[in-house]
């Protein structure tokens, strides 16, 4: 029951080539967005479409598959965990981020 506690499944599209990073151990780190899109009518009956980005991070294996297989508009699955961290601008002005570890990942469409 403990998996469910904090759990997060996204079917969209990336919206850009996946950022690859090398660490000095070798161990890869894959960052990219993906873009859900969910459509309704508005009271006018018009149809709206609300597209929402979420940042992902992806280690190990699957930062290797990312950066072989995925590049922009590629439509995927991805099964995680939302993070939460934070980090200074070189101004000094402190900035939040929420992210998706990456768990599984499933490549849909072509």
Same mark, same amino acid.
């Given at each position: 029951?403990?998996?469910?506690?904090?759990?997060?499944?996204?079917?969209?599209?990336?919206?850009?080539?996946?950022?690859?990073?090398?660490?000095?151990? %070798? /161990?890869?780190?894959?960052?990219?967005?993906?873009?859900?899109?969910?459509?309704?009518?508005?009271?006018? %009956?018009?149809?709206?479409?609300?597209?929402?980005?979420?940042?992902?991070?992806?280690?190990?294996?699957?930062?290797?598959? /990312?950066?072989?297989?995925?590049?922009? %508009?590629?439509?995927?699955?991805?099964?995680?965990?939302?993070?939460?961290?934070?980090?200074? /601008?070189?101004? %000094?002005?402190?900035?939040?981020? /929420?992210?998706?570890?990456?768990?599984?990942?499933?490549?849909?469409?072509?």
């Amino acid at each position: 029951m403990n998996s469910l506690r904090n759990k997060v499944q996204l079917i969209g599209n990336l919206g850009n080539d996946p950022e690859i990073i090398t660490l000095e151990n %070798g /161990t890869k780190l894959a960052k990219f967005s993906i873009a859900t899109n969910e459509s309704y009518k508005n009271v006018k %009956g018009e149809k709206v479409t609300d597209t929402q980005w979420h940042n992902i991070v992806a280690w190990g294996k699957l930062a290797e598959i /990312t950066e072989n297989f995925l590049s922009k %508009g590629k439509e995927v699955m991805i099964e995680g965990k939302l993070t939460n961290r934070s980090y200074e /601008t070189n101004d %000094g002005e402190k900035r939040y981020i /929420t992210e998706i570890k990456c768990n599984e990942l499933l490549m849909l469409g072509k």
